[in-house]
């Protein structure tokens, strides 16, 4: 009989895992030796780190590619200024609740959504979106077009200068961190096999008695909810909501997509990789303005052409590498 | 009378909303694709126009001689060097390839043109009304009207009765069997897109008569044009034009509650008709 053993880490993960905690350990300090700009930047890469690990979960392992995202974000952002401005709810409990809100939202959004199939599905997100940001727009007890600020009184409340950087941070920090580990456990479970099978054949999974269209369902709305507390986030650090820049469908979704496209879509891995390569782009070539656009769209376009994995896909192909296992392996003896 | 009006005055501009929607429509009937960089051609389109006519002197409607060609072969181009390599099944690499090419279309035109706001003038044809018994219609929207009835029927024409629109009907039910008769689903394909910004081209030297437009206006016409394509039923150039009708009502009445209401009462018609007919009105095929 043939003996064989199974398991799911392999050396390089259990490696990683280790130097995932340690770095973990490291930022989370980051409050008592960074500058400002620092924090700031780290906050902003943890943001985007958490909206590209939500999409690839909709888009990479579901086939629900939506380009609506935006909405979430800019909902998350609204829901939290109304919560501290009107009921004087404290901002950082205002994020959980913006969640929850959002996710209670998205239940009858997705049942509209979901009606139109594949690309129409994308579009019809988007729409979404836009029906959002209108009426963000009249809004007027929030600033109607021309958005709002969070008063001082409220700022306060975060605490003083260093106290309410550090406190955004780490919140970034366990947001970006607490969507990578959801990921992570939720495809190690019963549901992430679900996921898997989904994500390579859908009629297949079907045959096996998944239930897609409640796994779609239910993955959609906890996403809404998800991207919505990262929206409130963000309108957290920037202390500002406006129409147009928290409904961005740039900012939120046309970057996020390249992101994981880059990285490699339906990988942990590749959205973190892709992240590395947005913000080193970013960092380099940001002073060209919109060449650096231009740049990103091509270098998007290209990726998706030469090699559909992204990155890590290819690296993963190539060399067997593992970061974040998910499925097992059989080592047979002989 | 007013109401009446309002009305009329939407019927028009949704002429333009099936123009915007109508090459959308053949594409996706053609080969089930969603191009997201659909309403920036649009307004490449009014930017190639701007150029022919400063270089020319022609008036704008005139210079669709040029702008038609120039774009079709574009729309060509891309085709068979870019988009016929996203097809095959997978929803993503078309969607996220004309995602990457609207960012490059947007950020290409701001560096060459700036974000100001620009026009075409039309003269004395921007002005110029008929009246009908206390109606009065604007000579601009009536043949902005025309137009989209006499390109749809011409689609429609060219779809049922020509050889190529049945090379586009043999591919579109089964693209193997059709190769497998002679025909080359690349050049197929790219006929189709060389059709469809020839479309494009009409509805952006319109649009540019109607309005201002600038860079980044891109993304909102191509979300009109495929609320229109919706609401008619896929498959159905008929409908994408009772389509477009419908949401430019629903903008005009929209727009006579409450200014800023405009663009959201088009929505809410579409995100209405979605939820009583997830099909549309007028379907003739699956998504």
Redesign the interface.
Known sequence: MMQFTISRATITSRIAGVFALLLLAVLAAAPWWASSSFLHLAGEFAVYLALATLWNLL?GYT?L?S?GQQAYVGLGGYITFSLALFLGVHPLLAIPLAGLVAALVAIPVAS?VF??????F???T???A??FR??A??ATALGGGSGISLPATVTKELGGKWLREASIFWLALALGAGCLALVYLLLRSRIGLALTAIRDSEVASTSLGIRIGRVKHVLYVLVAGLTAMIGALISLQKLRVSPDAAFS??DWT?FV??IV?IGG?GTIEGPIIGTIVYFLLREFLADFG??Y??F???L??VV??AA?KGLWGYAAERFGWSLFPVGYRIHFKD | MDLINIVLQGVLVGGLYALFAAGLSLIFGVM???N?AHGDLIVLAAYIAMEVIRLSGLPPLLALIFVVPVMAAFGYALQRG?LN??LGGD???????S??????L???L??VFTADSRKLDAGVLETASLSFGGLSIGLLPALMFATAVAVIAALQFMFYKTALGRAFRATSDDAEIAELMGLDRRRVYAWAMALCLGVVAIAGVFLAIRSNFDPFMG?GR??FG??AV?IGGLGNLWGTLAGGVILGVAQGLGAAIDP??Q??AG??A??LI??IK?RGLFPRMD?
């Open positions: 888009a086939g590619v380009v509209l009606r139109l199939a594949g690309a129409y994308a579009i019809g988007w729409v979404m836009e029906v209108l009426i727009a009249q469908v740039n046309a997509i390249f496209v879509i919109t060449l656009l231009l990103l769209g091509t998007a376009i998706m052409l559909p | 089930r694709l969603v997201i870019i390599r996203t929803l993503l690499p078309p969607l996220l390839v995602f990457g090419l609207s960012v490059i947007q950020n290409g701001l560096a993304p191509l979300i495929f609320e919706i800023g209401w663009i959201l929505h809410v579409f995100l979605l939820a997830p998504g």
